[in-house]
């Protein structure tokens, strides 16, 4: 089946301590990105990455970081969780940027920082 | 500078009825519209694009209308069923990056 895994769903963690949300297509798509939903202000893009090696920051990419080594993995790094980061967390693929192909989406990561 | 705007952030409509989901935006330069639907715990499902060269694009009970003078984006639905009810995304898609709108929660009512 075609789908992007993020694990975990639910996280609650303390500020300070780094973690990462792991994110992983089996669809072969070039383009991923990682957003953010919070109430009001909709779908904020963190970062993206066009291929392999190749990220760019988004609206909001202060406090995370991203790496894309392989094509089907693009995991979200927070080194220093603080509590304005609790969010839910959606990771997506589509296969190729500047398209009307649409995203696919994980099913969220919904994050706490206490 | 939020470069896609969903004035409405709710809607209701009865079941039968049309649903009219609207969008304005702000930049000439994107290519392509897209509408995703959201049900609460999941992530968004695509659902509908348009190419900007497009004013119309069709899709079963979907229909997507661009007006390209007034920046402005609408998602009909026709009819409406229970299991429309839902949040409703548009989204501009220019090079390299994807903007999405706040969303509009639709419910309709047996």
């Known amino acids: 089946e075609a789908q992007v895994t993020q694990n975990p769903r639910y996280l609650i963690t303390v500020t300070g301590k780094k973690l990462t949300v792991t994110c992983s297509q089996n669809m072969n798509h070039e383009y991923m990105s990682w957003y953010r939903q919070d109430p009001g202000l909709g779908l904020r893009q963190i970062y993206y990455s066009m291929n392999v090696e190749v990220t760019d920051k988004g609206d909001v990419p202060e406090g995370y970081k991203v790496s894309r080594k392989e094509k089907r993995n693009f995991p979200l790094i927070l080194e220093s969780p603080s509590p304005n980061q609790t969010s839910l967390y959606f990771c997506a693929s589509t296969l190729r940027g500047n398209s009307n192909y649409g995203y696919t989406f994980g099913s969220g990561t919904r994050l706490t920082v206490v | 500078d939020q470069q896609v705007k969903q004035n409405s952030p709710s809607l209701s409509v009865q079941e039968g009825r049309i649903s009219i989901l609207n969008c304005d935006y702000t930049n000439s330069m994107f290519d392509y519209f897209l509408w995703y639907k959201k049900y609460p715990a999941e992530g968004p499902t695509f659902l509908i694009s348009?190419?900007?060269?497009?004013d119309k694009n069709e899709d079963g009970r979907f229909t997507v209308f661009l007006n390209k003078s007034a920046k402005h984006l609408s998602l009909h639905i026709v009819p409406s069923q229970p299991g429309d009810s839902a949040v409703y995304f548009c989204?501009?898609?220019?090079?390299?990056?994807?903007?999405f709108g706040t969303g509009t929660k639709l419910q309709v009512i047996p």
């Open positions: 348009i190419s900007s060269i497009k």
């Open positions: 989204a501009t898609d220019g090079y390299q990056k994807v903007t």
